[in-house]
């Protein structure tokens, strides 16, 4: 059984802060790590994806990956009330397109 | 243009009913996926289309029964559902199904079973 673990949370940052959301996967075959956010109430909203080891940046958002480790993060830097969300981190697995979802990290950006 | 389209928005149904959730891609997707959403829990895959073949059915019970008429839809067919299949229903699609791709969303359906 694959499995990806998030810290449920919640997290709380102060607006202008930097939020920091981690994820681990159990499936050392694992290709590409894909961060959503998901508003309540909402469907999943791709904000990065990372396949090779080392950091991705896009804007105010970085990705972070070490296979090694089996470990990918999320950064994100000047956290905006509007960034607060449940965050998803999705591992896939070799082969067919099956996403595996760890169960979500809840953050709040306080004003 | 990334969007994934379903219909309806709502829905309500008995346990006797037939109803059918429709999904809808024009990105030229050849992958749609159906995933289930309970609440405070991630997505579940139910079931995967590559090219209008099924190719990953994740034993589903058989009153869930999919089915891709082309490239572009989706449909859900529902029949006696149980008030435990409550739901947010996701529709996703990707341009292959090689273990590469990113996943697009559709908004769902939120399905309430009585």
């Known amino acids: 059984q694959k499995e990806v673990e998030q810290n449920s949370g919640p997290l709380s940052v102060p607006e202008g802060a930097i939020a920091s959301l981690n994820c681990t996967y159990s499936?050392?075959?694992?290709?590409?790590f894909f961060w959503y956010r998901q508003y309540s109430g909402k469907s999943p909203e791709l904000i990065m994806f990372?396949?090779?080891?080392g950091d991705k940046e896009d804007g105010r958002f970085t990705a972070q990956l070490n296979k090694a480790s089996q470990y990918v993060s999320l950064l994100i830097r000047d956290s905006q009330p509007s960034d607060s969300a449940t965050y998803l981190c999705?591992?896939?697995?070799?082969?067919?397109?099956?996403?595996?979802f760890g169960t979500g990290t809840r953050l709040t950006v306080i004003p | 243009d990334t969007e994934v389209t379903q219909t309806p928005k709502h829905l309500v149904m008995g346990m006797t009913n037939k109803k059918s959730l429709k999904c809808e891609q024009h990105?030229?997707?050849?992958?749609m996926y159906w995933y289930k959403q309970k609440a405070k829990k991630p997505p579940e895959l139910m079931f995967v289309?590559?090219?209008?073949?099924?190719?990953i059915n994740e034993s589903v019970p058989s009153r869930f029964s999919p089915e891709c008429p082309n490239s572009s839809l989706l449909n859900l067919h529902l029949h006696a559902l149980q008030p435990e299949d409550s739901a947010l229903y996701l529709c996703?699609?990707?341009?292959?199904?090689?273990?590469?791709?990113?996943?697009?969303f559709g908004p769902g359906t939120r399905l309430l079973v009585l």
């Open positions: 996703a699609s990707s341009p292959e199904d090689t273990g590469r791709e990113t996943q697009y």
């Open positions: 289309y590559s090219y209008e073949k099924l190719s």
């Open positions: 499936d050392r075959g694992s290709q590409s």
């Open positions: 999705a591992v896939n697995g070799g082969g067919a397109n099956n996403l595996f």
């Open positions: 990105m030229g997707h050849r992958a």
């Open positions: 990372i396949y090779s080891n």
